[in-house]
Protein backbone atom coordinates (compact mmCIF):
# COMPACT_ATOMS: atom_id res chain seq x y z
CA UNK A 1 0.00 0.00 0.00
CA UNK A 2 1.21 3.54 -1.06
CA UNK A 3 2.22 6.27 1.47
CA UNK A 4 -0.15 9.48 0.95
CA UNK A 5 1.53 11.47 -0.60
CA UNK A 6 1.86 15.31 -2.53
CA UNK A 7 4.31 16.76 -5.22
CA UNK A 8 4.68 20.29 -4.53
CA UNK A 9 6.74 22.88 -6.36
CA UNK A 10 9.77 23.27 -4.31
CA UNK A 11 9.28 27.41 -3.32
CA UNK A 12 10.03 29.85 -0.47
CA UNK A 13 7.76 27.86 2.13
CA UNK A 14 9.56 24.72 1.40
CA UNK A 15 12.88 25.13 -0.07
CA UNK A 16 15.08 24.84 3.33
CA UNK A 17 13.26 21.46 4.13
CA UNK A 18 14.14 20.65 0.49
CA UNK A 19 17.80 21.85 1.30
CA UNK A 20 18.04 19.72 4.30
CA UNK A 21 17.40 16.08 2.40
CA UNK A 22 19.89 13.95 3.32
CA UNK A 23 20.44 10.66 1.89
CA UNK A 24 22.58 7.52 3.91
CA UNK A 25 26.09 7.64 3.52
CA UNK A 26 26.05 4.33 1.53
CA UNK A 27 23.82 6.44 -0.93
CA UNK A 28 25.67 9.83 -1.08
CA UNK A 29 27.21 8.53 -4.69
CA UNK A 30 24.48 7.84 -6.24
CA UNK A 31 22.69 11.14 -6.14
CA UNK A 32 23.29 15.01 -6.09
CA UNK A 33 22.59 16.93 -3.02
CA UNK A 34 19.60 18.80 -3.53
CA UNK A 35 21.36 22.05 -3.76
CA UNK A 36 22.92 20.91 -6.87
CA UNK A 37 19.68 19.57 -8.47
CA UNK A 38 18.03 23.15 -7.76
CA UNK A 39 21.21 24.77 -9.41
CA UNK A 40 20.67 22.44 -12.15
CA UNK A 41 17.12 23.67 -12.44
CA UNK A 42 18.15 27.23 -12.25
CA UNK A 43 20.30 26.86 -15.09
CA UNK A 44 18.33 24.45 -17.36
CA UNK A 45 14.55 25.97 -17.22
CA UNK A 46 13.26 22.05 -18.87
CA UNK A 47 14.21 20.47 -15.11
CA UNK A 48 10.82 20.42 -12.86
CA UNK A 49 12.16 20.06 -9.08
CA UNK A 50 9.59 19.20 -6.41
CA UNK A 51 9.35 18.46 -2.83
CA UNK A 52 7.78 14.94 -1.88
CA UNK A 53 5.54 15.66 1.12
CA UNK A 54 4.07 13.84 3.62
CA UNK A 55 1.40 16.48 4.94
CA UNK A 56 3.31 19.64 6.08
CA UNK A 57 6.30 17.64 5.75
CA UNK A 58 8.92 17.37 3.56
CA UNK A 59 10.21 14.04 3.07
CA UNK A 60 11.96 13.88 -0.46
CA UNK A 61 12.61 15.45 -3.67
CA UNK A 62 12.19 14.44 -7.13
CA UNK A 63 12.94 16.53 -10.55
CA UNK A 64 12.06 15.40 -14.05
CA UNK A 65 11.63 16.83 -17.46
CA UNK A 66 12.08 16.50 -20.91
CA UNK A 67 15.43 16.85 -22.85
CA UNK A 68 14.44 17.50 -26.19
CA UNK A 69 18.05 17.16 -27.65
CA UNK A 70 17.79 13.28 -27.21
CA UNK A 71 16.64 11.86 -30.42
CA UNK A 72 13.25 12.35 -32.00
CA UNK A 73 10.78 14.45 -30.05
CA UNK A 74 13.51 14.13 -26.99
CA UNK A 75 13.56 11.79 -24.25
CA UNK A 76 11.36 12.02 -20.92
CA UNK A 77 13.50 11.87 -18.10
CA UNK A 78 13.01 10.77 -14.09
CA UNK A 79 15.91 12.57 -13.56
CA UNK A 80 16.01 12.48 -9.16
CA UNK A 81 14.32 10.93 -7.02
CA UNK A 82 15.67 10.64 -3.20
CA UNK A 83 13.60 10.00 0.44
CA UNK A 84 15.57 11.48 3.30
CA UNK A 85 17.15 8.65 5.19
CA UNK A 86 14.83 9.76 8.04
CA UNK A 87 12.16 8.66 6.26
CA UNK A 88 13.56 5.69 3.86
CA UNK A 89 11.73 2.22 4.06
CA UNK A 90 8.31 3.71 4.96
CA UNK A 91 6.82 3.43 1.17
CA UNK A 92 7.55 7.35 0.74
CA UNK A 93 9.97 6.20 -2.28
CA UNK A 94 7.36 4.02 -4.40
CA UNK A 95 4.93 6.60 -3.59
CA UNK A 96 6.68 8.96 -4.61
CA UNK A 97 7.94 7.32 -7.58
CA UNK A 98 4.22 6.33 -8.82
CA UNK A 99 3.25 9.77 -8.47
CA UNK A 100 6.19 11.42 -10.43
CA UNK A 101 5.54 9.13 -12.99
CA UNK A 102 1.89 9.47 -13.68
CA UNK A 103 2.73 13.20 -13.68
CA UNK A 104 4.91 12.85 -16.31
CA UNK A 105 3.01 10.86 -18.11
CA UNK A 106 -0.09 13.18 -18.02
CA UNK A 107 2.13 16.33 -18.89
CA UNK A 108 4.07 14.60 -21.79
CA UNK A 109 0.93 12.72 -23.45
CA UNK A 110 2.67 12.24 -26.80
CA UNK A 111 5.99 10.33 -25.39
CA UNK A 112 5.92 6.64 -24.78
CA UNK A 113 8.91 6.18 -22.49
CA UNK A 114 10.20 7.31 -19.81
CA UNK A 115 14.00 6.87 -19.09
CA UNK A 116 16.32 7.11 -16.05
CA UNK A 117 19.69 6.23 -14.89
CA UNK A 118 21.69 4.69 -12.38
CA UNK A 119 24.77 3.05 -11.19
CA UNK A 120 24.57 -0.36 -11.20
CA UNK A 121 25.42 -0.84 -7.48
CA UNK A 122 22.57 0.84 -6.72
CA UNK A 123 20.60 -2.58 -5.82
CA UNK A 124 17.59 -1.14 -3.72
CA UNK A 125 16.73 1.73 -6.46
CA UNK A 126 17.09 -0.66 -9.52
CA UNK A 127 14.41 -3.21 -7.11
CA UNK A 128 12.22 -0.44 -6.78
CA UNK A 129 12.41 0.67 -10.88
CA UNK A 130 12.07 -2.89 -11.50
CA UNK A 131 9.11 -3.68 -9.48
CA UNK A 132 7.15 -0.64 -10.79
CA UNK A 133 8.28 -2.18 -14.68
CA UNK A 134 11.49 -0.29 -15.56
CA UNK A 135 13.38 -2.19 -17.75
CA UNK A 136 17.07 -1.67 -19.00
CA UNK A 137 17.90 -0.68 -22.48
CA UNK A 138 21.07 -1.84 -22.68
CA UNK A 139 22.96 1.95 -23.18
CA UNK A 140 24.58 4.23 -20.21
CA UNK A 141 24.77 7.65 -20.48
CA UNK A 142 28.05 10.02 -20.42
CA UNK A 143 29.06 9.24 -16.82
CA UNK A 144 28.46 5.01 -17.74
CA UNK A 145 25.07 4.61 -15.39
CA UNK A 146 22.97 2.14 -17.17
CA UNK A 147 19.70 3.64 -18.82
CA UNK A 148 16.28 2.30 -18.10
CA UNK A 149 13.00 2.84 -19.17
CA UNK A 150 9.16 2.45 -18.71
CA UNK A 151 6.39 2.52 -21.07
CA UNK A 152 3.64 5.40 -20.89
CA UNK A 153 1.08 1.89 -21.41
CA UNK A 154 2.70 0.48 -17.73
CA UNK A 155 2.52 3.91 -16.19
CA UNK A 156 -1.07 4.57 -16.64
CA UNK A 157 -1.89 1.02 -15.51
CA UNK A 158 -0.06 1.91 -11.83
Not at 60 to 72: D, I, V
Not at 142 to 157: C, N, P, Q, S, T
Request: glycine share 8%; proline share 3%; aromatic share 10%.
Amino acid sequence: MDREIALRPVDEHNRAQVLALRVEKSQQNFIETTARCLQEAAELALWRPLAVCAGETVVGFCMYGLWEKEGPGGRLWMDRLLIDQRYQGRGYGRAALRAVLRRMADEYPRHRHIYLSLYQDNTAATALYQSLGFVFTGERDHKGEFLMRIDRAKVLAL
